[in-house]
């Protein structure tokens, strides 16, 4: 799933969308994925999805590679 606009849909918002279709095939969500980066204000680290990232990396956020190539 692409989020285009996380002011509009944010992750968890998707998250739960996916995790209500899920369950209406007796599964549930075993992990979660960010492809890309991301902007530090749509990550809720507090949310249900946070805990099932994979591979997640402070590197996987959009101003922390912005900031690192000011200091190049």
Known sequence: MNLVNHEVTGMTD???AVK???EKFGVG???VEI???VPRNALDREAEYFA???NFSEAKILENQIEKCGNL
Do not use: C
């Open 29 to 31: 969500i075993h992990s």
């Open 20 to 22: 209500h279709e899920t």
């Open 52 to 54: 099932k990232l994979e």
């Open 35 to 37: 492809v890309g980066l």
């Open 14 to 16: 998707a998250y739960l």
